[in-house]
């Protein structure tokens, strides 16, 4: 229930109005002021005068002082807890929650209430309820109104990490596609057209891609394929045909294959084999020449099979024949061994290196027991009979 303080003090807020002062007033003072001043004959200045309108603004305002005096003592008097009551529930019968909310719609909505003073109204408001800046940073200051802002929730450290958050959206991204195949796909079946077979006249096989909702540079790539048996062709044209495909004939499927994506369209890349393809029948009809003395070259298909395709050497692999030759071969190495080592002839190769390390620490071990004193080496020294014998050489030459 609505306290009789508040609501007086909400009636007096929806009756009162701010004085607004006259623009004639304000230009009358200038006018005064710049005008000059009369001279007068007495040695005190003269007081200005106060204008008709002053005087009449401040009556207005006196008279509003007295008439929100009375209604504020007024309604004190008549504020009874029944009448406090009545109100609350006319409030909430216009759908308000107290009497306060209704009183402060009506005064909001009213006529009297300018743009300008509802906006001065809620920047209050919205400054009002803005929470204080940090009182540990450096930075702030209580006069100051930068300082003062909406502080950001605290992190809890019960987020998932950057990794987590793309693996959801992968996820996301599969379950859309999923949706989509169990939900859109099967509505494309009444666009479905029945295979029909391609007539005789139809020999040119074309292929294209397309990419679904998306712009991609191979979609401008077309590639067509036929067989030049087909073409209704004499043998000799034919034959002529395959050596103008050159590397484009399969002489495996016997097809030639050609692509095109020189243009930025599938239509311009189309258009071009198409009369790439009539130029080639155009070329085997002609009489001419009829390239009868000039070999099919297929070096490119049985290259090709070669590099990926390698097969072991049929010389190579292993047969009773060979398998019989070199049991006999090891059984007389081993005969011919048994024999010099009855003999005592054969050479034991451990055994002699063996042998030769013995020998060695045996003379190391001498050397360290009586070290043996060291040779004296003489020193070189320049002889007076060399010397002559160059001066003698420099005489000669001289």
């Known amino acids: 229930m609505a306290t009789a303080s508040t609501a007086a003090r909400l009636c007096r807020l929806a009756c009162q109005r701010m004085p607004r002062s006259s623009q004639n007033a304000r230009l009358g003072q200038i006018t005064r002021q710049a005008s000059v001043a009369p001279r007068a004959f007495s040695t005190s200045s003269a007081p200005w005068a106060r204008g008709r309108d002053e005087g009449k603004e401040d009556k207005v305002d006196e008279l509003e002082e007295l008439v929100l005096k009375q209604m504020d003592e007024a309604f004190r008097k008549s504020a009874t807890p029944e009448a406090l009551q009545q109100l609350d529930e006319l409030a909430k019968s216009s759908g308000f929650s107290s009497v306060e909310n209704h009183v402060d719609m009506a005064w909001r909505t009213k006529p009297a209430w300018g743009a300008e003073d509802r906006t001065m109204a809620e920047d209050l408001t919205k400054v009002s309820n803005e929470r204080p800046g940090s009182h540990a940073s450096i930075y702030w200051d209580?006069?100051?109104?930068?300082?003062?802002?909406?502080?950001?929730?605290?992190?809890?450290?019960?987020?998932?990490?950057?990794?987590?958050?793309?693996?959801?959206?992968?996820?996301?991204?599969?379950?859309?596609?999923?949706?989509?195949?169990v939900w859109e796909m099967p509505l494309l079946s009444k666009y479905a057209k029945p295979f029909t077979v391609p007539s005789d006249d139809q020999v040119l096989r074309w292929r294209y891609t397309t990419y679904m909702g998306e712009f991609h540079p191979a979609e401008k790539k077309v590639v067509v394929q036929f067989a030049p048996d087909d073409l209704k062709l004499t043998p000799v044209q034919t034959e002529k045909l395959k050596k103008l495909a050159g590397v484009r004939y399969n002489p495996e499927t016997e097809l030639v294959k050609m692509s095109c994506e020189s243009f930025e369209h599938q239509a311009q890349n189309k258009r071009y084999l198409s009369g790439l393809v009539d130029d080639l029948v155009a070329a085997a009809k002609d009489p001419k020449d009829t390239f009868e003395d000039v070999p099919l070259d297929v070096r490119h298909h049985v290259a090709s099979g070669r590099a990926s395709r390698p097969r072991f050497p049929r010389e190579w692999r292993m047969t009773p024949e060979r398998r019989a030759e070199l049991a006999?071969?090891?059984?007389?190495?081993?005969?011919?061994?048994?024999?010099?080592?009855?003999?005592?002839?054969?050479?034991?190769?451990?055994?002699?290196?063996?042998?030769?390390?013995?020998?060695?620490?045996?003379?190391?071990?001498?050397?360290?027991?009586?070290?043996?004193?060291?040779?004296?080496?003489?020193?070189?020294?320049?002889?007076?009979?060399?010397?002559?014998?160059?001066?003698?050489?420099?005489?000669?030459?001289?």
């Open 328 to 398: 006999t071969h090891r059984q007389r190495c081993f005969e011919r061994d048994q024999a010099a080592r009855d003999e005592g002839t054969l050479v034991h190769g451990q055994k002699l290196i063996d042998e030769q390390l013995t020998k060695v620490l045996l003379k190391q071990q001498a050397l360290t027991d009586a070290p043996a004193e060291a040779e004296k080496v003489p020193e070189p020294v320049m002889t007076r009979a060399g010397k002559s014998a160059f001066q003698k050489m420099a005489q000669l030459r001289r």
């Open 142 to 181: 209580p006069d100051d109104p930068e300082t003062v802002g909406e502080e950001h929730d605290e992190f809890n450290e019960d987020d998932i990490t950057s990794i987590a958050h793309g693996k959801l959206s992968e996820l996301r991204d599969m379950r859309h596609y999923d949706r989509l195949t």
